[in-house]
């Protein structure tokens, strides 16, 4: 059962023309901000098959000259879809994972011998007994060895690496600190398979595996940055809204420890594939007028102003031709005459958003009013993420739903 279906809902439809470029050229222009190849799509669902194709191509052209295939793999939540393609494959489509060999990228440290909490075994559930791998071509990390051998195990885990030619393809994810594997803020670009103390935050997301955060272990055993950019082709994976922050900062921003992922900018064959949901804070999604001409809706003319306004730090009705010009807004001014015409709009439009009566006002001309009287009274029902967000955020707006005798349901 499916429960994270946050790339599923879409409360405002975004131009496929933002992000499914038709050649090379409209590709350039809407990435002009984006310093790793990026590709996006609309779900999950649709960008697997993708990433699997192309790894299957990969593995059976290794196949064909007799070459081992070698992929650095995480058990983490971002590659689960991709994992259950590659199983479809196999199975449907007789995908041989003969000539396969798989690097665990990371395993939490310690962990009890008789442990079925690790990403080992995340791995085996999701792929590896699925499919018809040799199991001597499977090396992972082992999350139970003695302290006073990490170093030199670490050492030898690189050698063995390298035994194999090094690593063809890694697929990774991004943790919300910007991690990825388990390199945690502040690891070196040059940093090898190490031990690494878990930040608190990912901590709290390895929950989902062991139960609660204190039952996550403090560390974890990873390949390093180094080791990471040291394979020939990555694929950063990342879905849902959560990670559109991290997602900037590594596509868009400057090269810093402080978001390991941004280092990928670092590697010449690095693709980061995404859902519109993770993509949702990337210029050409989020500030689409900075790169291209738009189709312009109510919606994001509204987008643009308040952000235009947040940006100058001026009100919407101060704004002048002047600054729409230099900000990438002047399709506004050739549809609407004037910034005057522009900024009376979308004044009038978020004034009609103030209202007393959040659940429509009966006997009332309803053709600028937020909500519509009718039907009434309202069944609403309000999903509050804590306790404290509807009190503070919302309190009085319930109050008055209330008041005007809907019917008014809290869901935490």
């Given at each position: 059962m499916k429960t994270n279906l946050s790339s599923q809902i879409t409360l405002n439809r975004v131009s496929p023309r933002y992000y499914r470029p038709e050649n090379e050229f409209e590709r350039s222009v809407l990435t002009r901000f984006e310093k790793i190849h990026t590709d996006i799509y609309e779900s999950v669902d649709e960008a697997s098959p993708v990433v699997a194709a192309e790894i299957a191509a990969m593995i059976r052209e290794k196949q064909k000259s007799g070459r081992f295939c070698v992929l650095a793999l995480t058990g983490g939540n971002s590659p689960s879809n991709l994992y259950d393609?590659?199983?479809?494959?196999?199975?449907?489509?007789?995908?041989?994972?003969?000539?396969?060999?798989?690097?665990?990228?990371?395993?939490?440290?310690?962990?009890?011998?008789?442990?079925?909490?690790?990403?080992?075994?995340?791995?085996?559930?999701?792929?590896?007994?699925?499919?018809?791998?040799?199991?001597?071509?499977?090396?992972?990390?082992?999350?139970?060895?003695?302290?006073?051998?990490?170093?030199?195990?670490?050492?030898?885990?690189?050698?063995?690496?390298?035994?194999?030619?090094?690593?063809?393809?890694?697929?990774?994810?991004?943790?919300?600190?910007?991690?990825?594997?388990?390199?945690?803020?502040?690891?070196?670009?040059?940093?090898?398979?190490?031990?690494?103390?878990?930040?608190?935050?990912?901590?709290?997301?390895?929950?989902?595996?062991f139960g609660s955060p204190d039952q996550?272990?403090?560390?974890?055993?990873?390949?390093?940055?180094?080791?990471?950019?040291?394979?020939?082709?990555?694929?950063?994976?990342?879905?849902?809204?959560?990670?559109?922050?991290?997602?900037?900062?590594?596509?868009?921003?400057?090269v810093s420890d402080t978001i390991p992922a941004s280092y990928l900018q670092m590697h010449n064959n690095?693709?980061?594939?995404?859902?519109?949901?993770?993509?949702?804070?990337?210029?050409?999604?989020?500030?689409?007028?900075?790169?291209?001409?738009?189709?312009?809706?109510?919606?994001?003319?509204?987008?643009?102003?308040?952000?235009?306004?947040?940006?100058?730090?001026?009100?919407?009705?101060?704004?002048?031709?002047?600054?729409?010009?230099?900000?990438?807004?002047?399709?506004?001014?050739?549809?609407?005459?004037?910034?005057?015409?522009?900024?009376?709009?979308i004044f009038n439009d978020l004034q009609h958003t103030i209202t007393g009566w959040p659940g429509g006002k009966p006997n009332a001309d309803d053709t600028y009013r937020p909500e519509q009287a009718k039907p009434y009274p309202k069944r609403v029902v309000v999903f509050s993420p804590h306790p404290d967000d509807d009190v503070i955020s919302m309190g009085g707006t319930l109050r008055r739903l209330v008041d005007q005798k809907h019917d008014v349901h809290v869901a935490f």
């Open positions: 393609e590659l199983v479809r494959l196999h199975q449907e489509e007789d995908l041989s994972f003969r000539n396969v060999v798989i690097f665990n990228e990371y395993e939490y440290y310690p962990l009890h011998k008789d442990t079925v909490c690790s990403n080992y075994q995340t791995l085996r559930e999701r792929l590896l007994d699925h499919i018809d791998i040799d199991p001597q071509n499977i090396f992972t990390i082992d999350g139970t060895i003695p302290q006073d051998v990490i170093y030199e195990y670490c050492r030898l885990y690189e050698q063995r690496i390298e035994s194999f030619g090094g690593i063809d393809i890694a697929i990774t994810g991004i943790g919300r600190v910007g991690n990825i594997a388990f390199n945690e803020p502040g690891s070196r670009i040059n940093s090898v398979t190490r031990l690494i103390l878990l930040d608190y935050v990912s901590r709290k997301e390895a929950a989902k595996l996550v272990p403090v560390s974890s055993i990873t390949m390093g940055i180094s080791t990471l950019l040291a394979a020939k082709k990555i694929y950063l994976l990342a879905w849902g809204e959560e990670k559109a922050e991290m997602i900037k900062a590594s596509v868009e921003g400057l690095t693709r980061v594939i995404l859902d519109l949901a993770a993509a949702a804070n990337l210029t050409r999604i989020h500030y689409p007028w900075l790169v291209t001409s738009c189709e312009w809706d109510n919606k994001l003319i509204r987008s643009a102003i308040v952000w235009l306004c947040m940006k100058l730090d001026k009100p919407i009705l101060k704004l002048t031709n002047k600054d729409y010009n230099e900000n990438g807004l002047s399709e506004l001014l050739a549809l609407y005459g004037s910034a005057y015409n522009v900024n009376i709009k």
